[in-house]
């Protein structure tokens, strides 16, 4: 939480399975969606949070299936677990609240009696949550009077039933609302509560995050029954929580332009950016600009024409260096000739491309350090590497343009292309130093290429 140096403008609380995450959608387009809008407008002055009912575990395993953005707080196994950044530092505090008033044996012990409660596998066990399957039809008889056998033992639990299908067993302080409360009371220590937040689900565990006060909330398209028939119970008519006709992360896109919170045009939802300005010029949007561009060129998804390639070419300084993955250093321009080749590369082929975890620095009046890192996937087989671009404004020809000086790639651990001579390209070089303005730069030689 200390990557603001304030407030955040908008932080969103997001449930993963069928809210952010649409397992029916094998193409993953809704996500993608969400992605390039928070990467391109959001990701530099706002926070992004994900409450899930998943253990770490099988929280690791989604997002080694999915394009999930990393998140600046992760909220697990139905709120019993806090971690904050890409390392997932653990809230200690937060635990040590949770055991107030607990007992893990005890809670074993007594839905041992219930017949009807299936264990979850271990992965799901967790140290504040014990999780069962338990059939529809029994819930409401089961829960009743496993409440009460707690309550004789003299704890204080929450049983959460979710999905027509899982039972969890919480101590009475956790649970996604309560996670969210704390950190929200933890941003008020410190002076720095978000300026508006946002909490989206789809089932009965996601209840308690839409009667935290001041959030506003949305209850995707594809919402479960529970959560439906808790919000006419509950929440009926209350302006802030909105019904959205979108299914998962474009119901969480749909509310963000329902109530005004800020962007609301995905960069994946607009098909031509020379046709189609935004009034936000910035170097996240740019980066993801031109790797939206990069993707639907490869797809053949765009038209080909010189006039079109030419207009990208003029973005690339003509002196600047693309350094591999490998450490192979490049000219820009020859990059900008070698993509030019691949047009129509990828298509058919289920390729997307994706920005997570972009961050700006201006380093001068004119110049930006952007940092992200660069997914590429291929139907099943996923690429990444950590990216770095200098960007400099145009000033007098287009006081609202950026040009690509440099670009630095470095494969991140487990995730390098398998031939690499199709990543971009390969090549060897002679390496020299220029020196320009205030800037100094790696320059190459081309010796020797193959494509």
């Known amino acids: 939480m200390d990557r603001l140096n304030g407030p955040a403008r908008l932080m969103i609380v997001s449930d993963l399975d069928q809210t952010m995450v649409d397992h029916d959608d094998p193409e993953n387009l809704s996500l993608l969606r969400f992605n390039a809008l928070w990467e391109a407008y959001y990701r530099q ?5 994900f409450s899930t009912g998943r253990s770490r575990i099988s929280y690791k395993q989604l997002r ?15 709120g019993t677990e806090i971690a904050y950044g890409e390392s997932m530092v653990p809230d200690y505090d937060w635990e040590q609240f949770l055991d107030h008033n607990w007992d893990r044996d005890i809670v074993n012990q007594e839905t041992a009696k219930f017949p009807q409660l299936i264990p979850q596998s271990d992965k799901n066990q967790r140290p504040h949550k014990v999780s069962f399957f338990l059939e529809k039809a029994e819930s409401l008889e089961v829960i009743k009077a496993l409440s009460e056998c707690l309550e004789k033992r003299g704890l204080d639990v929450k049983i959460i039933y979710s999905n027509g299908t899982a039972l969890d067993v919480l101590p009475k302080g956790a649970g996604k609302g ?3 409360a704390y950190l929200l009371k933890k941003f008020k220590a410190d002076g720095r509560v978000p300026l508006n937040t946002l909490v989206c689900g789809d089932s009965g565990n996601d209840a308690e995050l839409f009667i935290v006060p001041e959030v506003y909330g949305v209850m995707v398209s594809n919402a479960q029954e529970e959560l439906l028939q808790w919000h006419a119970e509950n929440v009926k008519g209350n302006p802030h929580i909105l019904r959205s006709t979108e299914r998962c992360a474009s119901g969480i896109v749909q509310a963000i332009e329902k109530f005004t919170l800020g962007p609301n045009v995905s960069p994946r939802d607009i098909r031509d950016f020379r046709k189609c300005r935004v009034n936000i010029f910035s170097p996240g949007h740019e980066v993801v600009k031109f790797y939206l561009f990069y993707e639907r060129w490869r797809c053949a998804e765009v038209e080909k024409s010189d006039q079109l390639m030419q207009s990208l070419k003029s973005s690339f300084y003509l002196l600047g260096t693309f350094v591999h993955p490998s450490g192979i250093e490049q000219p820009l321009n020859k990059c900008m000739d070698m993509m030019e080749r691949l047009y129509g590369d990828k298509l058919g082929k289920k390729y997307r491309v994706w920005l997570d975890w972009v961050s700006a620095a201006q380093i001068d009046l004119n110049s930006w350090l952007v940092k992200f890192d660069k997914w590429e996937s291929t139907g099943e087989t996923r690429q990444c590497c950590l990216t770095t671009v200098l960007l400099t404004t145009k000033q007098a020809e287009e006081p609202e343009a950026f040009t690509w000086m440099h670009i630095h790639q470095t494969w991140l651990d487990g995730l390098e292309a398998k031939d690499q001579t199709t990543w971009f390209y390969s090549m060897k070089c002679r390496k020299f130093t220029c020196r320009l303005d205030k800037h100094c730069f790696v320059l190459n030689e081309v010796v020797a290429y193959n494509v």
């Open 178 to 180: 309560q996670a969210l």
């Open 45 to 49: 002055d706002s926070l992004l949070v």
């Open 64 to 78: 080694n299936e999915k394009p999930l953005l990393t998140p600046d707080v992760t909220i697990m196994s139905v």
